[in-house]
């Protein structure tokens, strides 16, 4: 049992993760720190947090688990305020996107306390922000990433893992630059793309005509542009070799594309799309 959770930043990954832990009967207070004041009232009024604290720093003390949910770009000041505060028990973890930006802010903001600090990154999410997004079930079957540090005790991390857990999430384990590796590939990439494509669109002077005919591949493709533009902004930054990358090989992909499509080569396109079809379908067997 967790005697004082400290959530800072309750939005959709913050509050989801007190709402899992509340109903799993793994905490007894919950405090909530943030920005906003209008979600943080929200966010007491829904049952999500106990107790708003005035600071981050005021709201660590006699803690036992601190969960960092804010944008990566805002985890070096939140790191930098609760190090002096924190209790010698204290762990404290986060939600990131990223892992080697927030390990490093750890490094240079905890000082001793570095061996406190547990990184992850649950591999769930939505579109919408904000406490009035948190779900209870938003972990549920979903996985979560820890990238521990050597200097992490055992034990510690096999707490977060367990906490997880009891959110209903899998836990897997690996280092923080094979996260940022994969994760550049998977997910950082394709919110660029969808990010791009929609702003190409909307920027026309017929925009309206297209996204009035727009079908659902149009909607498929281009869901996660609806995503928060602070947070990817922080995530494309603290990513920004691993996504770039991964945009050159996306680039020369639809370079060999475009090639293929002037010189009208059926062979050469369809074998491209047999290749991503099928291994589109491995992937998700239930896909259409
Ligand atoms: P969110 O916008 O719903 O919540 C973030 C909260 O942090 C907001 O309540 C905001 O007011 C607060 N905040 C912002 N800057 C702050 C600051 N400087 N100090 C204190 N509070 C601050 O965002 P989210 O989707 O819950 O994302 C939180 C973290 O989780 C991010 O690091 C993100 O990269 C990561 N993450 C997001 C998803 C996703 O799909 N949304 C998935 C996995 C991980």
Same mark, same amino acid.
């Given at each position: 049992?967790?005697?004082?959770?400290?959530?800072?930043?309750? #939005?959709?990954?913050? #509050?989801?993760?007190?709402?899992?832990?509340? +109903?799993?009967?793994?905490?007894?207070?919950?405090?909530?720190? #943030?920005? %906003?004041?209008?979600?943080?009232?929200?966010?007491?009024?829904?049952?999500?947090?106990?107790?708003?604290? #005035?600071?981050?720093?005021?709201?660590?003390?006699?803690?036992?688990?601190?969960?960092?949910?804010?944008?990566?770009?805002?985890?070096?000041?939140? =790191?930098?305020?609760?190090?002096?505060?924190?209790?010698?028990?204290?762990?404290?973890?986060?939600?990131?996107?990223?892992?080697?930006?927030?390990?490093?802010?750890?490094?240079?903001?905890?000082?001793?306390?570095?061996?406190?600090?547990?990184?992850?990154?649950?591999?769930?999410?939505?579109?919408? %922000?904000?406490?009035?997004?948190?779900?209870?079930? =938003?972990?549920?079957?979903? +996985?979560?990433?820890?990238?521990? =540090?050597?200097?992490?005790?055992?034990?510690?991390?096999?707490?977060?893992?367990?906490?997880?857990?009891?959110?209903?999430?899998?836990?897997?384990?690996?280092?923080?630059?094979?996260?940022?590796?994969?994760?550049?590939a998977?997910?950082h990439l394709p919110?660029l793309?969808?990010?791009?494509?929609?702003?190409?669109?909307?920027?026309?002077?017929?925009?309206?005509?297209?996204?009035?005919?727009?079908?659902?591949?149009?909607?498929?493709?281009?869901?996660?542009?609806?995503?928060?533009?602070?947070?990817?902004?922080?995530?494309?930054?603290?990513?920004?070799?691993?996504?770039?990358?991964e945009?050159?090989?996306y680039?020369?992909?639809?370079?060999?594309?475009?090639? =293929?499509?002037?010189?009208?080569?059926?062979?050469?396109?369809?074998?491209?799309? +047999?290749?991503?079809?099928?291994?589109?379908?491995?992937?998700?067997?239930?896909?259409?």
């Amino acid at each position: 049992m967790i005697e004082r959770l400290v959530i800072v930043g309750v #939005g959709l990954i913050g #509050g989801s993760f007190a709402l899992a832990l509340r +109903q799993a009967g793994q905490v007894r207070h919950i405090v909530g720190v #943030g920005r %906003s004041q209008a979600n943080l009232r929200a966010a007491l009024q829904q049952g999500v947090i106990d107790e708003v604290a #005035g600071s981050a720093a005021a709201a660590v003390r006699g803690a036992d688990l601190v969960l960092l949910a804010v944008p990566v770009g805002a985890m070096p000041a939140v =790191l930098r305020e609760i190090a002096p505060h924190l209790p010698a028990d204290c762990i404290v973890t986060d939600a990131g996107s990223t892992k080697q930006d927030v390990v490093a802010a750890a490094k240079a903001g905890m000082a001793d306390k570095f061996k406190q600090f547990v990184p992850g990154h649950p591999i769930a999410g939505a579109e919408n %922000s904000g406490v009035a997004a948190a779900r209870v079930d =938003l972990y549920q079957g979903r +996985q979560v990433v820890l990238t521990p =540090l050597a200097e992490n005790a055992p034990a510690m991390v096999e707490r977060v893992a367990a906490l997880w857990q009891a959110c209903g999430a899998e836990v897997a384990r690996m280092n923080a630059e094979a996260h940022d590796r994969i994760f550049a590939a998977v997910s950082h990439l394709p919110h660029l793309a969808a990010f791009g494509l929609v702003d190409d669109l909307a920027g026309r002077p017929e925009a309206d005509t297209y996204f009035r005919y727009a079908g659902s591949g149009f909607r498929d493709f281009t869901r996660i542009a609806g995503s928060h533009p602070e947070m990817w902004r922080d995530i494309a930054l603290a990513n920004r070799e691993a996504v770039l990358a991964e945009l050159e090989a996306y680039i020369a992909e639809l370079e060999q594309i475009r090639g =293929l499509l002037a010189r009208g080569d059926a062979a050469g396109l369809e074998a491209i799309f +047999q290749r991503a079809s099928r291994a589109r379908k491995n992937w998700n067997p239930n896909a259409s």
